[in-house]
């Protein structure tokens, strides 16, 4: 009697569709998950950010003419105008300090009302106020209707806690120009002064009509620190 051969279990195959789903799965294992792509638009610059530029530039082209008067006075106008820009304010001080270095030894000794306001804005902006105070008051005795003169005192005491002499300062600034309330409003070196009822009081009561006779002024921009 022949012996019958033992039949050979044969492995059942995936189906074609099981073989590629698994292959799939596999392969999307490996696959790196992409986020989708969004289309973000680029940051809305305020209006303000070009005019605070474009005053950046004129105080470095005011450097490159060794014009170191000029440039203090654009740059400053930087940190005083334009406060919210503070993405420019470091670099503004970092000009603001090269021109005070060049400036220091021909300042030394200020004469005329030009020089000592000069020497009293780098005073300020190094916080050295009792010598931006002697400049200031050797302004003021000599020209007694400065209001820069006046409303730079109002920030040296200010910033050395003497409230009464600063808001004092500040009033009679604001009375020979009415520029220097809405100047007064956003300084943040008059900050010392927000919580006073008389420096809110200032800056609320409305000007006096000013004499027929009187010259405007507009300040020169001092440096914030």
Do not use: W
Not at 111 to 122: F, G, I, M, S
Not at 184 to 197: F, I, M, Q, S, V
């Amino acid at each position: 009697m022949a012996k019958q051969r033992p039949t050979s279990k044969v492995k059942a195959e995936p189906s074609q569709p099981a073989r590629e789903s698994s292959s799939t799965a596999a392969a999307g294992a490996h696959r790196p998950v992409v986020a989708p792509s969004s289309s973000s638009s680029p940051p809305t610059r305020r209006s303000t950010y070009f005019e605070a530029v474009a005053l950046y530039e004129r105080g470095l082209e005011a450097i490159q003419r060794h014009d170191y008067r000029a440039a203090v006075d654009q740059l400053s106008s930087v940190l005083r105008l334009y406060p919210e820009e503070k993405e420019l304010h470091e670099r503004v001080r970092l000009y603001l300090n090269i021109c005070q270095r060049h400036a220091e030894p021909q300042e030394a000794s200020p004469v005329t009302v030009q020089e000592r306001l000069y020497a009293a804005t780098l005073a300020i902006n190094g916080a050295r106020y009792d010598e931006a105070l002697m400049h200031l008051r050797l302004v003021r005795d000599e020209d007694p209707d400065n209001d820069h003169a006046l409303y730079m005192l109002a920030v040296a005491h200010a910033q050395r806690g003497e409230h009464a002499e600063a808001i004092a300062h500040l009033e009679r600034a604001i009375a020979l120009n009415p520029e220097n309330r809405a100047l007064a409003k956003r300084d943040p070196d008059l900050e010392p002064l927000y919580g006073d009822d008389s420096f809110r009081q200032a800056l609320d009561t409305p000007p006096a009509p000013r004499a027929a006779t009187a010259i405007p002024r507009r300040p020169l921009r001092r440096p914030q620190r």
